[in-house]
Antibody, heavy 120, light 107 residues
Framework: QLRLQESGPGLVKPSETVSLTCTVSGGSIRSTSYYWGWIRQPPGKGLEWIGNIYYNGNTYYNPSLESRVTISIDTSRSQFSLKLRSETVADTAVYFC????????????WGQGALVTVSS | ETLLTQSPVTLSVSPGDRATLSCRARPSISHNLAWYQQKPGQAPRLLIFGASTRATGIPARFSGSGSGTEFTLTISSLQSEDFAIYYCQQYNTWPLTFGGGTKVEIK
């Protein structure tokens, strides 16, 4: 069973960068069966897809965030990472990492989520 | 971008009753729809993909139907652990999008 765990700072100032890492265990990050993705959820609100990365480094981003987002992968560490240049407190959210099943592009495995607060 | 509209926003149901949740897509997304359940403080859990295929370990009381623009998630007999928020998600086109959610609460 795949397990994913987010890690990173919980407090960021506006105009700084949200940096999170997701560590994958219980399976190979080099698997061709999965994309590795990030989703966020502002407090009390719905889910927003941020982007995905494949084991070979190919990325897919939400156009609404693309200008501020970079997702990268380090297969030697079984980790993938999110960098989001924060603009306002509106970037405050729980950030989830997830494994997307490759053929259906659905989120089959999730991390527990990491709350990132953007505040001065 | 594909828009998903879920209704109702809140559904009040008694334990043991049937719950029917709707997700409407614009434009059409064929069968490329998934449903998730989210409880407070937890990550979402995949219930259904391909509009009607239950994910591993999901009880048979959860069923999905529909295609094109109209989709339904039915919970045949609500158990206490089913009171939660439910989201639909389309994967027919990029970007991936989610509906706004339906909260199923105890009546």
């Amino acid at each position: 069973q795949l397990r994913l765990q987010e890690s990173g700072p919980g407090l960021v100032k506006p105009s700084e960068t949200v940096s999170l890492t997701c560590t994958v265990s219980g399976g190979s990050i080099r698997s061709t069966s999965y994309y590795w993705g990030w989703i966020r959820q502002p407090p009390g609100k719905g889910l927003e897809w941020i982007g995905n990365i494949y084991y070979n480094g190919n990325t897919y981003y939400n156009p609404s965030l693309e200008s501020r987002v970079t997702i990268s992968i380090d297969t030697s560490r079984s980790q993938f990472s999110l960098k989001l240049r924060s603009e306002t407190v509106a970037d405050t959210a729980v950030y989830f990492c997830a494994a997307l099943q490759g053929t259906t592009v659905t989120f089959h495995h999730w991390g527990q989520g990491a709350l990132v607060t953007v505040s001065s | 971008e594909t828009l998903l509209t879920q209704s109702p926003v809140t559904l009040s149901v008694s334990p043991g009753d049937r719950a029917t949740l709707s997700c409407r897509a614009r434009p059409s997304i064929s069968h490329n729809l998934a449903w998730y359940q989210q409880k407070p403080g937890q990550a979402p859990r995949l219930l259904i993909f391909g509009a009607s295929t239950r994910a591993t370990g999901i009880p048979a009381r959860f069923s999905g139907s529909g295609s094109g623009t109209e989709f339904t998630l039915t919970i045949s007999s609500l158990q206490s652990e089913d009171f939660a928020i439910y989201y639909c998600q389309q994967y027919n086109t990029w970007p991936l999008t989610f509906g706004g959610g339906t909260k199923v609460e105890i009546k």
